[in-house]
């Protein structure tokens, strides 16, 4: 079954920039989306299709794939930014998840 | 605003069948706006996908579950349901229901999820 992998967790200081990475077998041929997800909140899409961000969400967040993976960048890291990140893509027809990266901002 | 609300006993005993049931508003399970899913995730592990249906009855399931799972609807009620037969301990888990507009797209809205223990 297809699997992908993420770190467990990242920590960094307010300001700095964050590279949370999904690994797949051929992910850039996959739409690749990812989500923010607060205790307490729902999941919130953040990315889509690899790198397009929804209306309403801070242009410090962006997205890109290549080969086996994808990256999910936060560029200037605000402590409202602290929370799970998950990966999700679509692999012969099942939906996957990544294992989610806590991001802590110190 | 979709809204998804999960409910469910809590405490399932191995062996036995699992119930759950999600009440859906702001949009009916009928009008073949959304693909209804359930995902969950298991004590410190990712998320998983358990499957999903698409009114009037195209349901799709994970292939590791596929044998022990069915998801239904109940248009009257406008819920949305999972059954999951022969538990064990690997079944515990947050259970979360979920609406995806098509397969391949991003999981539009959630439930707040309802958290089932198997044990004896």
């Known amino acids: 079954s297809y699997e992908l992998t993420q770190p467990q967790s990242l920590s960094l200081s307010p300001g700095q920039t964050a590279g949370i990475t999904c690994s797949g077998d051929e992910l850039a041929d996959l739409p690749v989306y990812w989500y923010q997800w607060k205790p307490g909140q729902s999941p919130l899409l953040i990315i889509y299709q690899g790198n397009n961000r929804p209306s309403g969400i801070p242009e410090r967040f962006s997205g890109s794939t290549s080969g086996d993976t994808a990256t999910l960048t936060i560029n200037g890291i605000q402590s409202m930014d602290e929370a799970e990140y998950h990966c999700q893509a679509w692999a012969s027809g099942t939906a996957v998840f990544g294992g989610g990266t806590k991001v802590t901002v110190l | 605003q979709v809204q998804l609300q999960e409910s469910g006993p809590g405490l399932v005993e191995p062996s036995q069948t699992l119930s759950l049931t999600c009440a859906v508003s702001?949009?009916?399970?009928?009008?073949?706006?959304?693909?209804w899913t359930w995902i969950r995730r298991p004590p410190g592990k990712g998320l998983e996908w358990i499957g999903y249906?698409?009114?009037?009855?195209?349901?799709y399931y994970n292939p590791s579950l596929q044998s022990r799972v069915a998801i239904s609807v109940d248009a009257s009620k406008n819920q949305l349901s999972l059954r999951l037969i022969s538990v064990t301990a690997a079944d515990t888990a947050q259970y979360y229901c979920a609406a995806a507009p098509s397969p391949g797209d991003h999981f539009a809205h959630w439930g707040q999820g309802t958290p089932v223990i198997v044990s004896s």
């Open positions: 702001g949009d009916s399970l009928t009008t073949g706006d959304y693909y």
């Open positions: 249906i698409y009114y009037p009855g195209s349901a």
